[in-house]
């Protein structure tokens, strides 16, 4: 049979995508089998009965010692609590954006004035400063909104400057494989990631080679008194990580990882790269807003122990629940499938 490739996705992913003779069946597949969590609340009132933990209770794993909770990341007895007197060598962060996704054909995420978004980021920062270890990463993915003069992100760089513990070491921006278009802008294609240092933390560059291939020759310099130029020097044919991502995918549903009802999601892989330079094997890393528990499944699959949590009840049960699935399947998602099974099939 011959398979029909119009998009970038399908030429990326020609083994999962949809070929011209696709069924109405295979086609009811590739649609998500749980709505957007976050702004459905008649959805979110389902999920809710089966979720194990409330507000307070913290949820310990056996195996690792990993620590997922229903907590308040600017409560600064809820961040001791389930950090238990441990330090964290790196806090990677996905806090809400204060960004109204959506338009009049939509339900749009909730946005709080400036000053009170402000006020937020300040109490969850210092209590993450408060939990880390004297040597530590801190990382943080930002958004903004172009009509509010591109806020919050240029306010949440200069609150920033209120904790001289915290060294800005780069700003790195991420390619969304899929952006949103207009016809009177250019397509939007980019998150940010702000990256702070405090002390001297370890950073494994020797783990952060991409899959690209050196291709550009220049660059011409001595070594050791011989002329070589960048292809021919180092340790990998491909090269390193810059502070620009353009080979981390973000299709979700045409991936395994893909978790249904989370759309703010973070690839797999970029979280991956961020645990693999900024924390060794055993060490704790932090999470304060889990959403979908990428955190959780990138430290287990690199031998990280985690602590994170969630305001909502909902996403500490999808954490939880997609650690168990990965160890039972070997699955780090479940691409179209319902994370809450007990809900039957979809209407």
């Not at 339900?107 to 709080?112: D, M, W």
């Not at 991956?272 to 900024?278: Q, V």
């Given at each position: 049979?011959v ?10 992913f ?9 069924t109405?069946?295979e ?5 998500e089998?749980l709505k ?5 609340g008649?959805e979110r009132?389902k999920?809710l009965?089966?979720c194990?933990l409330?507000?307070?209770?913290i949820w310990?794993?056996?195996v690792r010692?990993?620590?997922?909770g229903?907590l ?8 001791r609590?389930?950090?238990?007197g ?12 204060n960004v ?7 339900v749009?995420?909730f ?9 937020f980021?300040?109490k969850?920062?210092?209590n993450?400063?408060d939990?880390?270890?004297r040597d ?5 993915w930002?958004g ?5 003069n ?10 920033m400057?209120?904790f001289?513990?915290?060294l ?9 494989q ?6 009177k802008n250019?397509m939007w294609v980019?998150?940010?990631l ?8 370890v950073?494994n ?5 991409t899959?690209i291939p050196k291709?550009?020759?220049?660059y ?8 070589t130029?960048?292809?021919?020097r180092?340790?990998s ?8 991502w353009v ?6 549903y ?6 249904p009802?989370?759309?703010a999601?973070?690839?797999l892989k970029?979280?991956?790269r ?6 060794s094997e055993g060490d704790?890393?932090?999470d ?6 990428t955190?959780?499944i990138?430290g287990?699959?690199?031998?990280r122990k985690v602590?994170l949590?969630?305001i909502d009840p909902?996403?500490a049960?999808?954490t939880?629940r997609?650690l168990?699935h ?12 319902n994370?809450f ?6 209407e």
């Amino acid at each position: 049979m011959v398979k029909k490739f119009e998009t970038e996705e399908q030429l990326q992913f020609g083994n999962e995508t949809a070929d011209c003779a696709e069924t109405p069946e295979e086609t009811s597949l590739r649609r998500e089998q749980l709505k957007r969590l976050d702004v459905d609340g008649e959805e979110r009132r389902k999920v809710l009965q089966y979720c194990r933990l409330g507000p307070g209770e913290i949820w310990e794993d056996s195996v690792r010692g990993h620590r997922v909770g229903v907590l308040d990341a600017t409560d600064g007895n809820d961040v001791r609590k389930i950090m238990g007197g441990d330090t964290a060598k790196l806090a990677l962060h996905d806090p809400p954006y204060n960004v109204a996704v959506g338009n009049a054909a939509t339900v749009s995420l909730f946005k709080v004035s400036l000053e009170e978004y402000v006020s937020f980021s300040r109490k969850w920062v210092q209590n993450c400063c408060d939990c880390m270890d004297r040597d530590a990463s801190f990382y943080v993915w930002i958004g903004f909104d172009y009509k509010d003069n591109f806020q919050p992100l240029p306010d949440f760089i200069i609150l920033m400057r209120e904790f001289p513990g915290l060294l800005p070491r780069n700003i790195i921006t991420m390619r969304n494989q899929r952006g949103y278009g207009t016809q009177k802008n250019w397509m939007w294609v980019r998150q940010e990631l702000l990256y702070y240092t405090k002390g001297n933390p370890v950073f494994n560059i020797d783990a952060e080679y991409t899959d690209i291939p050196k291709i550009l020759k220049g660059y011409y310099k001595d070594v050791n008194g011989i002329r070589t130029e960048n292809t021919e020097r180092g340790r990998s044919q491909c090269i390193r990580a810059g502070n620009v991502w353009v080979d981390v995918q973000q299709v979700f549903y045409l991936m395994e990882e893909n978790v249904p009802g989370c759309y703010a999601q973070k690839p797999l892989k970029s979280i991956e790269r961020i645990i693999r330079a900024g924390s060794s094997e055993g060490d704790v890393v932090t999470d304060f807003f889990a959403h979908s528990g990428t955190t959780l499944i990138a430290g287990e699959r690199l031998g990280r122990k985690v602590f994170l949590f969630d305001i909502d009840p909902v996403f500490a049960e999808i954490t939880i629940r997609r650690l168990e699935h990965f160890r039972k399947t070997g699955e780090t998602g479940w691409q179209w499938r319902n994370p809450f099974p007990e809900m039957g099939p979809p209407e």
